[in-house]
Structures are given as C-alpha cells and as structure tokens.
C-alpha cells in the first residue's frame, strides 16, 4: 500500500459512499477493529490491518468503480446516440468517438463474427434498402459495405463513377441527397472533395457514412484498422497503450491515415513514427490534434530511421490523383517496405498493414508481393474485418445491435475454411 493505512480506509468509504458502521458490515469487521485501524499511526490504540483485507477492500473498491462505469454508459442510451452528430445518426468523422464507445462498436464487430465469417446468419435488415453513392473509384469499401448490408439481410442499391450520376448534369449534392432519401435507408457517400460528405449529410436525416471525402476521412477504414491492431496484439499478448506506431507514404492525402491517428490517438502513451517523402508529410493540424493528447510523434523521411522498434507498421499508397504541383510519381525504391527490410529492422512480431490498393505496378515501390506469405503482413486479414466492422456501423446506426445475437441461425452452405490460399494459419475461420 504506498499511502497510509487511514488515508486508504477513508479514500474507499468515500468512494463507496459508505458510513463506518454500513462498510465494518460490508468487509465483515466489527466495527471497533475498523476504527482501531483508522486511527492516526503512531497512536496507542492504532492497529496495523491485515493484508487480506487490504486486498479485499481493494478488489470492492475496483468492483465498483468498474459497475459504475458500466451504469453511466447503460443510462446515457443507445450507442448511436452518444456517437451522433448534429443531432443525427450518421458517421462522418472519426472524431465522433471516445474510448469507451469505439471499444463498444467493437464488441458489437465481435458479435457480427460468426456471420462474417459465414457460420451465422442474420435477417435483422430485413426490409432495409443501402444506397451506395461512389463518386471516386473504390473496390473493397464500397462492396465490403454493401455485402455487411446484405450480410445483415438488407439490400442494395450502387450508383458508381461521376460521369453516369446526375451530378455530371450539374445536380447539386443538397438535391442529390434528399432524392436518395426518399429511396434508400442509409447511404455510404465517397466523393473527392473533402467536406463533401458532410454536405450529403446535411442534407438528409436518414444514416449516412461516409465512405471517404477526398483527403479528409476514411472513419470506417480507421475504425477496421484500429480492429485489426486490437485483434493481432491481444494475438501476440501486447497492449496498445504504450506501443509503436510507423506510418510510411503519403501522409499529406492518405485519408486513412489522418483517421486512424486520430482514433489511435484515444490510446495512452504512443509513439508515432511518420515516415513521409519530403512534400507528402502529414498535415500540421493532425499532427497537433495527436501530440496535444500527450503522444510522442517524431517524423522522418528514412526507413531506416523509422522502422526499428514499431509494433506496427502501417504503409499507404502515394495518391497521385490528389497531386496539385508535388512532381513525385511513386516511392523512390528506398522507400520500398518489404521483406528484406522488415528483417533487417523490425521486430520478429511486428504487424504490417496496408488500407489497400497497394500499387503493384512496376516502379511504384508500394508495399512489396514478397510478404504475401508472411504471418507479420496482415493486409487481408484487415480487409476481412471490414465486413464484422462495416456490419457493426449500420446495426449501431439503425438501431439493431440489440436484436442481432437472437436472431442468428445456422449457414445452409459449406464455405472453404480458409478463403484464401496463402493464409496463415490464425486467419482461417475457426
Ligand atoms: C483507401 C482510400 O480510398 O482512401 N482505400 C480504401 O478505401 N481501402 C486508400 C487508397 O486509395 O490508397
């Protein structure tokens, strides 16, 4: 005990908001021993408290503080409530979230499982109708999105590209939204200008997420990232507080990078490490937003600089599409993350991940084919958590996170029990 034995027996009846009389019963003392122990040391009477009940008035005292917390979050309402913004349900920012709430999005991740990883299946969307709004080029978000819907037992509706939507026809984003809304029961809007999501937001009230705005915000991507960390720590029996983040790439437009420092940042005690080529650094405010919650970031344009000592390294692909006058047109090959140089400065159990695309072309020097068969490279075990976290969204959205684990049943098909052919062996489905 590092405080005196008084200071701690009042400090936990004020905690637990208990007289002498009701707590002596509570730790099952008489209540003279009580007050023996609570008289100042160095007094005649004073008794020194034995150790067993130090441990048990320890352990009531962490019990209550725990059950607390869980009433306070019990009483202050459904999740989408606490993460709602402009007083609507909808997903615009990772700046929505604390703590508490991403970690409870997640046990709800953790709920949705069994479904993707197709053991489970779950009508609680029945009826409901997604409109996907992609007005920039995607793969994995937008059908990741749509099959977590279908997944759920809703349906959906896509609208791809800028040239076949009515926007190439000068339609205003206030008109394109309220017309989807009266089609649809929740939109995903990816659009290449930053903010724009926000307006599609405003102008609608039925939940809409947003999918990526230009080089603002990838929320969902962050929240699977943050997942996939959460899963392969407790895997390798690491804790987040306290560990070693490197982001290498394009820090300036990475969207998903400016999310996940963000929601990295709700953690205790990281450090980051931003890895960027002179002109794609990562943007001032981010940089301050992260520090000012007490995180050490230090930046450089070396790998060999930034690499050793990361628990995690995270690369991202040089989004030349948001190039305004930077002359660069890929990573030079030092910039290169891949097996030789993860084995030369990293440690045995660092986690590599990617949001995906990586640009496999010849010359990019994004992060290299030659880890596909490594158990450290965790990319697609990251995109596989986007269907439990994208499931996770919408049932928290529109209100059904409570109405999912009765409504499992069994799968009628066999799927393969790896889904793919170089997955180590904790990616199968178990
Ligand atoms: C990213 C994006 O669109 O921001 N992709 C994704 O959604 N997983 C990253 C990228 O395009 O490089």
Not at 220 to 228: E, I, K
Not at 285 to 293: D, F, T
Not at 300 to 306: C, K, Q, R, V
């Amino acid at each position: 005990m590092s405080v005196s034995q008084q200071v701690f027996l009042r400090d936990a009846m004020r905690r637990l908001n208990l007289t002498r009389d009701v707590f002596a019963a509570r730790i099952g003392v008489k209540r003279r021993a009580l007050d023996t122990w609570l008289l100042p040391e160095g007094s005649q009477e004073a008794r020194g408290m034995p150790e067993v009940v130090t441990r048990f008035v320890t352990e009531i005292v962490d019990n209550e503080a725990l059950l607390k917390k869980y009433a306070q979050s019990a009483q202050s309402g459904p999740l989408r409530n606490r993460i709602a913004t402009g007083g609507k349900h909808q997903l615009l920012s990772v700046d929505q979230f604390s703590r508490e709430s991403v970690e409870e999005l997640f046990r709800i991740a953790d709920l949705m499982q069994p479904i993707a990883r197709r053991q489970k299946v779950s009508r609680v969307l029945e009826g409901a109708v997604l409109g996907n709004l992609f007005f920039e080029a995607s793969t994995r978000t937008r059908v990741s999105f749509g099959a977590a819907f279908c997944r759920l037992g809703g349906s959906v509706c896509d609208t791809t590209g800028f040239t076949f939507s009515s926007m190439a026809k000068g339609e205003s984003i206030y008109d394109t939204s309220r017309v989807m809304s009266g089609y649809v029961d929740a939109m995903v809007v990816r659009h290449p200008e930053q903010g724009s999501v926000a307006e599609f937001a405003r102008a609608t009230n039925i939940p809409v997420v947003n999918g990526g705005d230009g080089p603002g915000e990838h929320p969902s991507q962050a929240l699977l990232d943050l997942y996939t960390i959460l899963t392969e720590f407790s895997r390798l029996g690491k804790l987040l507080d306290g560990a070693s983040v490197a982001m290498v790439g394009d820090l300036k437009y990475g969207r998903t990078v400016h999310s996940l420092i963000k929601l990295l940042a709700l953690y205790r005690g990281l450090k980051f490490t931003l890895i960027a080529p002179a002109g794609l650094e990562m943007p001032e405010y981010i940089i301050e937003q992260a520090s000012k919650r007490g995180h050490v970031i230090e930046q450089t344009a070396s790998l060999e600089a930034g690499l050793p000592g990361a628990d995690v390294i995270y690369a991202t692909r040089v989004q030349k599409e948001r190039f305004a006058d930077e002359k660069m047109q890929g990573y030079t090959a030092e910039f290169q993350v891949n097996k030789a140089i993860i084995d030369k400065y990293c440690r045995p159990d660092v986690v590599v991940m990617h949001p995906l695309p990586r640009d496999s072309r010849e010359g990019a020097h994004d992060l290299s084919t030659d880890l596909n068969e490594d158990p450290r490279l965790a990319i697609f075990r990251q995109t596989d958590n986007g269907i439990p976290v994208r499931m996770a969204i919408f049932a928290v959205l529109l209100g059904v996170e409570g109405l999912v684990q009765h409504s499992l049943r069994d799968v009628t098909w066999s799927p393969p029990s790896h889904v793919g052919p170089d997955d180590s062996v904790f990616h199968g489905i178990d």
